[in-house]
């Protein structure tokens, strides 16, 4: 039996928070993101950093993984070749239980088993691609999947999914009575579906609800001030930059971020970080205009021509 091994992924110890577990499987996450690391072995790592934090960013499935290992925190989860089965923590949506294998654990490790009863059906998992805005705002979509009925034919199901705002790479929900056929008269089994966000095709990042991105402005910009515009999921925002801002500092854009997905009322963050372009070309003018700037501020510059290919 190895307990030890989702742990070692993750690179922290037995005793780590759900926080700390969180905080290490976001980093990782990122870190080996198929659509952002495209290095050789990137993708194993990051299927190895999911099937870590499937198990221990869940306190019954950790609790079952530290007592029993892999056999213990994998009972009862069925598995149908639909792939990538996620969880992230315990949450609900109208109705909707998100991620909580306490039940299927208690079925599996407590109680009787009568053979000839009713059983409950195998659950099944679906993968839901999302675009970065998707998740952000959420979306109504139907997916499709073939379930053993009851009768025991093989069909087509189609189920309508309300994917609520906020939700990140890595969570699923559960669909109650969605996946395949019980046994002698047993009811349903529940559908996983997990979420795969997409990169931002405005260079933001996501942590959390936060969202962040970068600016450039320019020394001018930087050191008189200006009222720039900041382009947000929620739109484009006017940010004022006091004068003598230096690069790097993060400006916050309150309310701008995405929908906390306990409480979709609840609205994370935007932070900006300007960075300050220098220009890489410079007409006579602006020379000596620089040079009059730096001498006035008694500064002693000797320019330096720009390296060519050869230095």
Avoid at 224 to 246: H, N, S, Y
Wanted: cysteine-free; aromatic content about 10%.
């Amino acid at each position: 039996m190895d307990n030890e091994e989702y742990y070692n992924t993750l690179g922290i110890d037995k005793n780590a928070s759900q926080d700390e577990i969180k905080h290490a499987y976001r980093k990782l996450s990122k870190k080996y993101h198929p659509d952002l690391n495209h290095e050789p072995g990137a993708e194993d790592k990051y299927k190895q950093v999911q099937e870590a934090y499937e198990t221990l960013g869940n306190p019954q499935k950790k609790a079952a993984y530290d007592q029993y290992g892999k056999a213990g925190a994998n009972a009862g989860a069925g598995q149908n070749g639909f792939g990538g089965g996620f969880q992230q923590g315990g949450f609900s949506f109208n109705g909707q239980d998100f991620g909580d294998f306490g039940d299927i654990f208690s079925q599996m490790f407590g109680g009787g088993f009568n053979p000839n009863g009713p059983r409950k059906g195998r659950d099944l998992q679906y993968r839901v691609n999302l675009t970065f805005e998707e998740a952000v705002f959420g979306k109504e979509t139907e997916i499709k999947y073939v379930r053993q009925e009851k009768g025991g034919s093989s069909k087509e199901h189609a189920v309508k999914v309300t994917i609520p705002a906020g939700v990140e790479t890595g969570q699923q929900m559960r669909l109650s009575g969605q996946g395949e056929a019980g046994v002698n008269g047993g009811p349903y089994g529940d559908l996983y579906v997990s979420f795969v966000v997409g990169k931002s095709a405005d260079g933001f990042q996501r942590e959390g609800a936060d969202i962040y991105s970068e600016k450039g402005i320019s020394f001018v910009q930087a050191a008189l001030g200006d009222k720039i515009t900041v382009k947000t999921v929620r739109g484009e925002v006017e940010l004022t930059v006091p004068a003598g801002t230096q690069t790097g500092t993060e400006f916050r854009l309150r309310g701008k971020g995405a929908a906390y997905v306990n409480n979709p009322n609840r609205i994370g963050d935007h932070y900006v970080k300007v960075v300050v372009q220098v220009p890489k070309r410079l007409s006579e003018k602006e020379r000596k205009a620089l040079q009059n700037y730096a001498e006035t501020r008694g500064e002693s510059v000797t320019p330096q021509k720009k390296r060519g290919l050869f230095g």
